[in-house]
């Protein structure tokens, strides 16, 4: 242990003559750790819904969208494996959706129909009850498109505006669904719930429903044709790279759209909230801060006696600031591991117990999602260690420059 050190941690345990320099000390203590717990739960809320709107949205969405300018492309499954044999493509599937209204006893709503082929592609979607997507999905390939009803997977919160439920049914009318005379509206069609998914997310929930992919191909008279494909990459945060080798293989009748761009207004709405928080709950960190410095004037107006006796001892001024910055450094570290403590078990409430719920359609999510991240917790902890250290500048330099003989005048 190093004299400054040891110095230091004789002045913390000293009692002080003047017993409002104990109390300030233990008011900054507290002051910067409120401010670390509060801050490592708010990062911890915004990190939360970002990962979470991320998950849920690419658990839905494809990674890229492939579409062809204007037209339909027919006889797809050449085009389907040069994207495949692309470096990290993981799936390909053809993007068949279309757009109807749906009509049950409950009501009209509008939907937006996707098809999937649960062969291609596994998507990561929350289902109500036991049954699981891709099995329902897989079970209606194998049955005859022409025969009885579609199976559709809707949204809860579309099936509860329609007062439906597994095994009832529904009419859809099927916007731009090809027919022989385009005068006449498109026939109504019957669909039967066999499944309800819940994504938490208000804009799937109450718009989508799920139908086969041969199914949906069957409903809009377009065998054979699909509006583009949908891509699924090992790697989401480097869609761009892949995009741009998918249209080397395809030509210039391609374009490619990625999950980054069709969101990019919401996640850096997001990014910049979780900035905003960082700099506005910090502030609360800089008043503790205050507190730091005043505990260490009062605390170097205090032994100036015994800051005369450590220089005559033969102390030099370096010596004696950096006692006072470690004892700054001491109560600012007191501070973040109080801090850390409090928000961590904040967090494990939060995340283990969702109580906090949200309104859907106005917050995306309808429970309150919590993540923390390791880069996170170092760069409060780092940034509340500098901002302790650098209250503790001034007391540290007042102390140097006091002389030996200032200590008689507080004998």
Not at 18 to 29: F, Q, S
Not at 236 to 250: C, K, P, T, W, Y
Not at 274 to 287: E, G
Request: glycine content about 10%.
């Amino acid at each position: 242990m190093s004299f400054e050190t040891f110095v230091a941690r004789r002045f913390l345990k000293i009692k002080s003559r003047r017993k409002l320099v104990p109390l300030i000390t233990i008011l900054a203590t507290l002051g910067v750790a409120v401010g670390v717990m509060v801050l490592i739960v708010v990062i911890a809320v915004m990190t939360g819904f970002q990962s979470e709107l991320k998950r849920r949205i690419l658990g839905i969405e494809a990674h890229l969208t492939v579409m062809r300018y204007n037209q339909w492309v027919e006889n797809y499954q050449p085009e389907m494996r040069k994207v495949e044999q692309v470096p990290g493509v993981t799936s390909v599937q053809p993007l068949v959706y279309a757009q109807g209204m749906l009509r049950a006893a409950g009501g009209l709503s509008a939907v937006m129909l996707k098809g999937v082929d649960p062969e291609r592609v596994r998507l990561q979607v929350h289902m109500v009850g036991d049954r699981d997507l891709d099995a329902l999905l897989a079970q209606e390939n194998t049955e005859n498109a022409s025969q009885g009803a579609t199976g559709v997977v809707l949204g809860k919160v579309l099936a509860d505006k329609l007062k439906v439920g597994v095994g009832d049914g529904l009419l859809v009318m099927v916007v731009g669904a090809q027919q022989v005379d385009p005068r006449q509206l498109p026939a109504m069609q019957r669909l039967k719930v066999i499944g309800l998914f819940d994504t938490g997310m208000h804009q799937y929930d109450g718009v989508m429903g799920f139908v086969s992919l041969k199914r949906l191909q069957h409903m809009m008279g377009i065998t054979n044709r699909a509006a583009g494909f949908e891509v699924r990459v090992n790697d989401v945060d480097h869609v761009e790279a892949i995009g741009r080798r998918i249209l080397g293989q395809l030509g210039p009748n391609y374009w490619v759209s990625d999950w980054k761009y069709m969101h990019r207004n919401l996640f850096h709405m997001l990014g910049l909230q979780k900035l905003m928080m960082y700099v506005i709950l910090t502030l609360i960190i800089v008043v503790a801060s205050f507190n730091i410095a005043s505990a260490l004037i009062m605390m170097v107006k205090d032994k100036v006696k015994d800051i005369a006796i450590l220089k005559v001892m033969g102390a030099n001024s370096q010596s004696i600031q950096r006692i006072f910055l470690r004892k700054g450094l001491a109560i600012g570290l007191a501070g973040i591991c109080l801090g850390c403590c409090g928000g961590l078990i904040l967090y494990l409430i939060l995340d283990r117990y969702p109580f906090i719920e949200l309104p859907g359609d106005v917050y995306f999510l309808t429970t309150l999602p919590v993540r923390i991240a390791a880069l996170d917790l170092a760069v409060i902890a780092l940034g509340t260690l500098v901002i302790c250290v650098a209250a503790s500048v001034y007391p540290a330099l007042q102390a140097a420059r006091l002389k030996p003989v200032d200590g008689v005048r507080y004998r």
